[in-house]
């Protein structure tokens, strides 16, 4: 297939691999990649059925370097501080095992969280001394406002004699999708002696990150949803100046050394121990972890080379999925008489930080009563129905279901709040038009639900 500059919307949909008749407006859940770097994975998937051994004990260490060079240019680091791992649940659950929590400290983390890190901090509860703590709030919430719930909560761990160890937040929130202010959170965690742990599942290849100016302490990023790698790559990002936290890999693998003292371990079967090292430690752990399907690690380069010679680079990618992501939610919002989530406090003319990105919020005219009874229903003004909380769990798998099997598409429709609401993706296959069409079967599928036809 020719890789030439291509302008963005539905001439853009001929260098991906969608069904014609699947419309993609769910980009942010799962990522997608384009032909040409489904192409270079073949080729590296070929290498290695033609000569296994070869490919994996000498080929793929130098194709691995190659990408986290590729990749580590992007966000602004040494290559050295950059390593690959399976995605960003994987990162972060790599970062909070290897700080070894004691009993008397404390992890802070904020609501609303992804699920799947949530669970994993639970899970370390379960058998360690891991405590938790959680920043309770909801969307919309000004800036000064959550900084302000961040530091009763760090203070409150305080009070219970807990030293505050680290804390994990976003770059941009899964659900609702809007843009978190880390940038900030990590100046606040630097000088309150907090290590930060950055959760950037949604950052690298949406908005612009510089490792060098941000300063995280841990930061991890999935490529396979922004960045146009396959599925599952990540980067993760650790400045030297910690990695001497970083211990093992999950699950532990050949690059794992034993602390002094501790039963001495078999070296590396997959190294050649007469060869000079030109990798650090840091670097060697995550070099091979277990036995996996590295492919999608060394599309990096592929997708980087798709990003600038078809789609003009990486400023025009992310301008073009902010704007039609908001234009998107702006039009959906129009249609069910609603509104798009940001913050609460904008002045006329002020742009909302929280739409800062390709992932926006849309409200739907479904409101949820406070209590979980089946009881009269209490009428909101501005929407279509009220809905228990128990009718709601049933009414938002309802509304999913039916874009699925009738509509072939998705959006994530979920509860936030006293609202059902639904995340919109920006991409560049995309145009306003096709949130248009999505806002008429939002629209349909809302009526139904206020006809509890669900």
């Not at 702006?330 to 798009?340: H, K, N, Q, R």
Request: glycine share 6%; aromatic share 10%.
């Amino acid at each position: 297939m020719t890789t030439q500059l291509t302008p963005f919307g539905k001439p853009m949909l001929k260098h991906w691999l969608f069904d014609p008749s699947y419309k993609n407006l769910n980009h942010g859940s799962f990522g997608a990649h384009p032909a040409p770097v489904r192409d270079a994975q073949r080729s590296f998937l070929d290498l290695a059925d033609l000569r296994p051994d070869p490919y994996i004990r000498l080929q793929h260490t130098k194709l691995l370097q190659k990408a986290r060079e590729a990749v580590s240019q992007i966000v602004n680091a040494s290559t050295d501080e950059c390593v690959f791992v399976k995605n960003a649940t994987t990162g972060i659950a790599t970062v909070l095992y290897n700080l070894n929590f004691q009993s008397n400290e404390a992890l802070i983390y904020f609501e609303p969280v992804y699920g799947a890190v949530e669970k994993g901090i639970v899970s370390f509860q379960e058998h360690s001394s891991f405590q938790a703590r959680k920043v309770k709030f909801q969307f919309p919430i000004s800036v000064d406002e959550l900084e302000c719930r961040f530091r009763e909560t760090v203070q409150s761990a305080r009070d219970e004699g807990l030293i505050v160890r680290a804390a994990v937040f976003d770059t941009i929130v899964s659900n609702p999708g809007v843009r978190f202010p880390f940038e900030r959170f990590i100046g606040i965690c630097r000088d309150e002696g907090i290590l930060s742990v950055i959760d950037g599942a949604h950052g690298i290849g949406q908005i612009p990150l510089d490792m060098k100016t941000l300063q995280p302490d841990f930061f991890t990023s999935n490529c396979h949803k922004w960045l146009y790698t396959p599925r599952s790559a990540a980067v993760l990002y650790v400045p030297k100046r910690n990695q001497h936290f970083m211990r093992s890999t999950l699950p532990t693998s050949w690059g794992f050394i034993a602390a002094a003292g501790l039963a001495e371990t078999m070296a590396s079967v997959l190294q050649d121990p007469t060869q000079i090292k030109t990798q650090t430690p840091f670097e060697e752990l995550f070099e091979f972890v277990a036995t996996s399907d590295d492919s999608p690690y060394l599309c990096v380069e592929a997708a980087l080379k798709f990003r600038k010679e078809v789609c003009g680079g990486e400023e025009a990618i992310m301008k073009y999925c902010e704007k039609v992501a908001n234009e998107g939610a702006d039009a959906v919002a129009a249609i069910l008489g609603t509104d798009v989530l940001q913050e609460p406090d904008l002045k006329p003319g002020e742009k909302s930080q929280m739409r800062a990105c390709a992932l926006t919020t849309v409200r739907l005219p479904i409101a949820v009563a406070e209590d979980s009874s089946d009881g009269e229903e209490s009428r909101v003004p501005g929407t279509l129905v009220t809905l228990s909380a128990r009718e709601a769990s049933r009414a938002f798998p309802f509304i999913q279901r039916q874009l699925l099997e009738k509509y072939d598409t998705f959006v994530p429709v979920f509860q936030h709040g006293p609202w059902l609401w639904t995340r919109l993706s920006g991409q560049i296959f995309l145009e306003k038009g096709d949130f248009e069409w999505l806002g008429g079967i939002l629209l349909v599928l809302c009526e139904q639900v206020a006809r509890r036809e669900f």
